[in-house]
C-alpha cells in the first residue's frame, strides 16, 4: 500500500481559494484521486488523474473550480480549489488505486486501496 498524507485544509469565506496537498510515499502507477465526505454523507469523488497526469476527471459539480494535478517525481498529488462554496465544506481525502484509471469517472472509493487521513475545509457564506 501507499501511504499518504494530505494537507492543506482551512477555513474560508465563500469565493476563496484553497490549495491542498497529497504527500505520498510513491505514486508510480497509481491513479490517484481526490475524495470528500461531509458529516453524515457518503464519500464523493471530486477528482482523479491518471498515471502520466495527462487525463483528469471531475465530478459535476466542481468542474471549472477544482483542478487536480500530480507530481510524479516527488510524489505529490495536489487538489487546486477555487471559487470555494459552502457545500465544498468535508474533509477532504487523497487516494492511491495501483492500476490505472477506469475511463470516463472518478470512480468509487472502492477502487482505491490507500487512503490518507483527510484535511478539513471549510467553506463559510
Known amino acids: 500500500q501507499v501511504q499518504l498524507v494530505e494537507s492543506g485544509g482551512d477555513s474560508v469565506q465563500a469565493g476563496g481559494s484553497l490549495r491542498l496537498s497529497c504527500a505520498a510515499s510513491?505514486?508510480?502507477?497509481?491513479?490517484m484521486g481526490w475524495f470528500r465526505q461531509a458529516p453524515g454523507q457518503a464519500r464523493e469523488g471530486v477528482a482523479r488523474?491518471?498515471?502520466?497526469?495527462?487525463?483528469?476527471k471531475y465530478h459535476e459539480s466542481v468542474q471549472g473550480r477544482f483542478t487536480i494535478s500530480r507530481d510524479n517525481a516527488n510524489n505529490m498529488v495536489y487538489l487546486q480549489m477555487n471559487s470555494l462554496k459552502p457545500e465544498d465544506t468535508a474533509t477532504y481525502y487523497c487516494?492511491?488505486?495501483?492500476?490505472?484509471?477506469?475511463?470516463?469517472?472518478?470512480?468509487?472509493?472502492?477502487?482505491?486501496?490507500?487512503w490518507g487521513q483527510g484535511t478539513h475545509v471549510t467553506v463559510s457564506s
Open positions: 487516494a492511491a488505486r495501483p492500476a490505472r484509471c477506469k475511463a470516463g469517472r472518478v470512480g468509487d472509493p472502492s477502487e482505491y486501496a490507500s
Open positions: 510513491n505514486i508510480t502507477s497509481q491513479c
Open positions: 488523474i491518471s498515471l502520466n497526469g495527462v487525463i483528469q
